[in-house]
């Protein structure tokens, strides 16, 4: 148990952040050897190992040692709201962007799904780094748990009960698999089981001696794993400077409307809807509405990009192409940013 508490520190905090490099190096090197099909799919088997083994442990063990009390239950209502205010911006400008694009039937359905889905964040970056700070531990904790609550819980349900209303009438319908129709629930159950678990007996991982200290140290190897999986699903072919223009629009391409898909995505989620969040948020923060812990873990929050997570959603019905794109240019743009404004943010608002 000794060793298990000396590794613990290097397995949070920024020291994941080198994962995903690790992640990228080993799988190109993978990829210069082996098919790509076969690559893709263990990755894709992988993907639903983290997700059915690891996340929803991750968020068992945040709310098992988060004690909520009036203060606590504050910052759940304020980051809720974050967080409906965040998905209602995907919605309005991905309906927007349809009647913009003159998008219909089959085509619509599409982009919606994978701008609506792609708005997702993943404090698992750099949350560990947050929770490192003190006075930013128990924010922290409710901010990662509620965007995992959401991106893997909430969103599968709404895309679940999206593709059943497609389906209907269809002769044939194209059914999800029964391991992505049944994860809503299967991850809500953690969630659920930890809060009762926590109210009813006042018990943390704290109190459960080495059974707690394996329990936090097998939560806590779920960040780099998934950060290694980030990196894995970075393409070497998508990190070169024409794609970079393609991106940008420098460069008209043949079929351009991934392109415009993945732009428009990349403006909402790394651009247009952190500006509005630093807006909002500086705002209240200068009228004494919200303490600065509040303020610094919303704003970081709202800057992380979307990740390889947002992959796992993928069967539920979004762009592959686009999704994995937007991935990849907003991890190399905003994890930067996240990292200065943590650095800052630890040093003025802690």
């Known amino acids: 148990m000794n060793f298990i508490l000396r590794l613990m520190p290097y397995i949070s905090g920024l020291y994941t952040l080198p994962w995903i490099i690790i992640g990228f190096l080993i799988i190109a090197v993978l990829r210069s050897v082996f098919n790509q099909e076969k690559i893709d799919s263990s990755l894709k088997k992988v993907g639903i190992v983290i997700l059915y083994l690891f996340i929803p442990v991750l968020v068992f063990r945040i709310f098992l040692d988060t ?9 759940v209502l304020f980051i809720s709201c974050a967080i409906i205010f965040m998905y209602l911006l995907a919605y309005f400008y991905a309906k927007h962007q349809i009647k913009k694009q003159n998008l219909s039937g089959d085509e619509e359905i599409l982009y919606f799904k994978t701008v609506f889905t792609n708005q997702g964040r993943s404090s698992a970056f750099v949350g560990g780094a947050m929770l ?22 909430i969103v599968p349900y709404i895309l ?9 009438g269809k ?16 991850f809500i159950l953690y969630v659920v089981s930890a809060v009762v678990l926590q109210k009813t007996t006042g018990i943390t991982t704290g109190d459960l001696g080495n059974f707690g200290i394996l329990l936090r140290f097998y939560a806590s190897i779920t960040i780099p794993i998934a950060l290694f999986y980030v990196g894995s699903g970075m393409h070497p072919n998508d990190l070169k400077i024409s794609e970079l223009k393609k991106l940008i629009g420098l460069v008209k391409v ?29 705002t209240l923060f200068s009228l004494s509405l919200i303490p600065a812990a509040w303020f610094s873990v919303t704003l970081i929050n709202s800057v992380l990009p979307i990740t390889s997570t947002n992959m796992f959603l993928v069967p539920y019905g979004l762009d592959k192409k686009a999704t994995a794109h937007s991935v990849t240019w907003s991890t190399i743009f905003c994890i930067p940013v996240a990292v200065i404004l943590i650095g800052i943010f630890s040093v003025y608002f802690s």
């Open 67 to 75: 004690v909520l009390g009036v203060e606590e239950l504050r910052f």
């Open 132 to 153: 490192a700070i003190e006075s930013w531990r128990v924010p922290a904790a409710i901010i990662m748990a509620l965007v995992g609550l959401t991106l893997f819980a």
């Open 160 to 168: 679940n009960h999206m593709n059943q209303k497609e389906q209907k």
């Open 171 to 186: 002769k044939t319908p194209a059914r999800l698999p029964w391991f992505l129709r049944i994860y809503p629930y299967y």
């Open 254 to 282: 043949e079929k351009d409307q991934h392109w415009l898909w993945v732009r428009q995505i990349f403006l909402l989620t790394a651009v247009f809807t952190p500006i509005i969040f630093a807006i909002l948020l500086v």
